[in-house]
C-alpha cells in the first residue's frame, strides 16, 4: 500500500514539474522583474514628411502648426538603422516600495522630494521626483543599469514595426495612461499652481506591449542614460538645437539626459509617441517623470 502511494506522489510531482517547466510567459527570463529583449535592427525616429501627420495627429494641441511641430519634435529627424544587442530591461516601472527598499537599505539621501508622492496607498506606482541622477543610483545599487534610448526605443517597439505606438499606429486611450481628453484653461491654471491631482496608476493597469512590458508609453516618462543630442550632425540641426536652447553657449555642450515614453500628463497622443525624446538637467526631478532599469547580457 504504501508502496502505491508513494508511487501515486512520484507521478503527480512529475507531472506538475513537466507542466511548469513547459509553462511561457512571453520573454520573461529567470532575471527577476526583467524581460529579455532579443537584439536586432530597427528604424529610429522618423523623416520629415512624418511631421505632417503628427501636425494632424495634434490637431487639437494649441500652436500645433509646422514651426511648433519642428521646434516640439524635431530632433526625432532623420530616420535612421540602430542595431542593438540582446538586453534585459524591466517589465514594470520601478514603483515606490522598490525605491523605498533602496533608499532604507543604503542610507541615500536624494535629491529629488520623491517621499511626497510615496505614500501608502501608491507604494505600486511608478516613484516620481526622482533625478537622473536618483535614477542612476538606483539602477547601479541594483546591479543594473538606465537603458539607452535606442535601446529604449526598441523595447518600446515590441518586436513589431510600429511608428507611433507600442500597440499599433493609432491612438488609443485605453492602452496607456495619459490625458487623451487634452488640457483646458482650467487644467492648465491647476498644473502652473501645482493644483492638479496626482495621475500615476498601479504598474502593469495597462495591457503590454509585444515583448510583455508594461506603461512605455504612459504613466511616467522615463530617463534613459544617453545625454540629448541630434541624430544627424548636419548645420541645419544644429542651428535648429541652439536656437531652442538644447545646447550651452558654445554650441558644443549637450544639454541634459534623454528622456523617453509619454506620461499621465501629457494632454495628447502626439506626446506619447515611442520616438518622442526630450532632455533635461540630471538634477531635473518632476511628477510625470521616473524610470526603469536594463541591464547588459555580458
Not at 524581460?35 to 512624418?50: A, F, R, S
Not at 520623491?114 to 541622477?133: F, L, S
Not at 492648465?188 to 501645482?194: E, S, Y
Not at 515611442?274 to 518632476?286: Q, V
Amino acid at each position: 500500500m504504501k508502496n502505491i502511494v508513494f508511487a501515486l506522489f512520484f507521478i503527480i510531482g512529475f507531472c506538475f514539474f513537466i507542466f511548469a517547466s513547459g509553462r511561457t510567459n512571453n520573454n520573461i527570463d529567470s532575471m527577476e522583474g526583467m524581460v529579455l529583449i532579443p537584439g536586432g535592427t530597427y528604424q529610429m525616429g522618423i523623416d520629415k514628411e512624418d511631421i505632417n501627420d503628427i501636425i494632424i495627429m495634434g490637431k487639437h494641441v494649441p500652436h500645433m502648426d509646422s514651426t511648433h511641430a519642428y521646434c516640439w519634435f524635431g530632433d526625432e529627424i532623420p530616420r535612421h538603422t540602430v542595431r542593438v544587442d540582446s538586453f534585459y530591461i524591466d517589465k514594470y516601472e520601478v514603483t515606490n516600495k522598490i525605491f523605498a527598499e533602496f533608499v532604507k537599505k543604503t542610507g541615500y539621501r536624494a535629491e529629488g522630494n520623491w517621499q511626497k508622492y510615496a505614500t501608502r496607498e501608491r507604494m505600486n506606482q511608478p516613484v516620481v521626483n526622482v533625478t537622473w541622477n536618483d535614477a542612476n543610483a538606483f539602477a547601479k545599487w541594483a546591479g543594473k543599469r538606465l537603458p539607452t534610448e535606442e535601446e529604449w526605443e526598441y523595447a518600446a517597439k515590441g518586436g513589431k514595426y510600429y511608428k507611433w505606438f507600442s500597440w499599433g499606429n493609432k491612438p488609443d486611450s485605453s492602452k496607456a495612461n495619459y490625458r487623451y481628453k487634452g488640457e483646458s484653461i482650467i487644467d492648465g491654471i491647476r498644473k502652473i499652481l501645482k493644483l492638479r491631482k496626482m495621475g500615476t496608476t498601479p504598474v502593469g493597469s495597462y495591457p503590454p506591449n509585444g515583448f510583455g512590458l508594461f506603461d512605455m508609453c504612459g504613466n511616467v516618462s522615463e530617463w534613459c542614460s544617453n545625454d540629448r543630442f541630434p541624430y544627424d550632425n548636419s548645420k541645419e540641426n544644429k542651428s535648429f538645437y541652439k536656437h531652442y536652447g538644447c545646447f550651452e553657449k558654445d554650441g558644443k555642450t549637450i544639454y541634459g539626459k534623454t528622456v523617453r515614453g509619454g506620461n499621465w500628463e501629457s494632454p495628447n497622443p502626439v506626446f506619447v509617441r515611442i520616438s518622442n525624446r526630450r532632455g533635461f538637467n540630471p538634477r531635473y526631478s518632476s511628477t510625470w517623470l521616473g524610470f526603469r532599469c536594463a541591464k547588459s547580457l555580458k
